[in-house]
């Protein structure tokens, strides 16, 4: 009978410890994905991590978040080196796969269990959780390439043909994605919250490009339309084969345009430079709020109930969607459409006077510079009609 100091009782050892490693990363992805995916709430994590333990209190998440994944980036370096070596060593990388399941798999998952939405807020406990899933996702993709029969692996599966992930890019995805993780230690929460806000104001800046592109586009094609017209259509009704069906055709082709029409009945034109100069009011909004909130936050994770933590998760969402919402405002304004226009403005910016108001004053609660900007800032997205009553 082999033993486990035969070829045959090590690759035995080996097969066990690689099937046991990807059950256990099994485990824990769905929960570390539903925590990245949930925009409310812990309760797809296990009970202890949806309010705030004693435990969980005496623990930095991202500190052992950090440790964690320089571990992981570390025994990744070894799994990947010792499978395409030869000689090829199951006993040693029966070893590594031990410690790996002995501290920095688990601790990765206790990072995120730690990581308490009224302490971290939910945005840093998403943000941690979608990144250490991945470190997760893409580590057991490496386990379950070991070789198992004894020998090191092809140049194929080491390289990776025909669009397949060879073990050499595996790794260097692991390293990419436990790099994501250690970076969110240096960041810090008022770091990552900092990242966010200006990912979104670019978002907004890039709609706002683009509207202002289109309307210069519109105003461009006004100057030349009525010359174009005429010579179009006069070309077109010297082909004396055109059926009045098809000279229709033509007219129409011509007068379905996607930009603003010269005489503009229902007075878009207005809508747009009014929303063009609210939008820039917006963009130049969220750049307030880096500075004067997000950089003058107070240290977190913060005591649990903290009001800070709630205000963060209260404005979070709101900040986060606009950018889809004025998108959503853009694209009815391609299609010409009076209603839906007015619909999406009063949304967008609804929720823009909301997340002002939600920030108006300090974290200490008192009313400082941002507080005067943002009073003049509301007023200046009112509509009409609102400044007038």
């Excluded at 998440?61 to 000689?87: G, V």
Aim: hydrophobic letters at 40%; glycine letters at 4%.
């Amino acid at each position: 009978m082999a033993t486990a100091n035969t070829p045959a009782g090590a690759n035995d050892a080996l097969k066990k410890i690689v099937q046991t490693t990807s059950a256990l990363i099994s485990q824990f992805e769905p929960l570390l994905h539903a925590a990245a995916t949930d925009k409310t709430s812990s309760a797809a994590t296990p009970p202890s991590s949806s309010s705030t333990t004693p435990q969980s209190q005496t623990i930095d998440a991202l500190s052992l978040a950090h440790d964690s994944a320089s571990l992981i980036r570390a025994h990744t370096t070894k799994i990947s080196l010792l499978i395409i070596n030869e000689p090829f060593t199951p006993s040693a990388v029966v070893t590594v796969l031990k410690e790996l399941i002995g501290g920095p798999i688990p601790g990765i998952a206790s990072a995120v269990q730690a990581c308490d939405v009224d302490r971290y807020t939910s945005v840093a406990r998403q943000d941690l959780a979608w990144r250490c899933y991945r470190v997760l996702k893409e580590l057991r993709t490496l386990i379950e390439v070991i070789p198992l029969n004894g020998k090191v692996l092809s140049p194929e599966k080491k390289n990776g043909v025909q669009g397949g992930l060879g073990s050499m890019t595996v790794t260097g995805v692991i390293w990419a994605a436990c790099d994501d993780v250690i970076l969110l230690k240096k960041l810090g929460i008022a770091g990552l919250l900092v990242q966010k806000v200006e990912q979104y104001r670019d978002t907004l800046k890039d709609v706002l490009d683009e509207l202002k592109e289109w309307k210069e586009e519109g105003e461009e094609a006004d100057d030349e339309e009525e010359e174009d017209e005429v010579e179009y259509v006069a070309h077109q009704l010297d082909a004396t084969s055109l059926s009045v069906q098809d000279t229709q055709d033509a007219l129409d082709d011509l007068m379905s345009t996607r930009h603003i029409p010269k005489d503009d009945p229902d007075k878009l034109g207005e809508r747009l430079d009014s929303c063009l100069k609210r939008l820039r009011l917006t963009t130049l909004f969220y750049s307030a709020v880096v500075k004067r909130r997000l950089k003058t936050l107070p240290a977190l994770p913060a005591e649990a109930g903290s009001p800070i933590v709630r205000r963060l998760d209260e404005v979070f969402p709101i900040l986060r969607r606009l950018p889809n919402k004025f998108n959503e405002l853009a694209c009815a304004f391609y299609e010409l459409e009076p209603g839906p226009i007015d619909d999406a403005m009063d949304a967008c910016f609804f929720d823009a006077f909301a997340a002002s108001e939600m920030l108006m004053k300090s974290w200490a609660g008192q009313k400082d510079e941002f507080t005067e900007w943002a009073e003049k800032y509301q007023v200046s997205i009112k509509k009409p009609e609102d400044k007038e009553a």
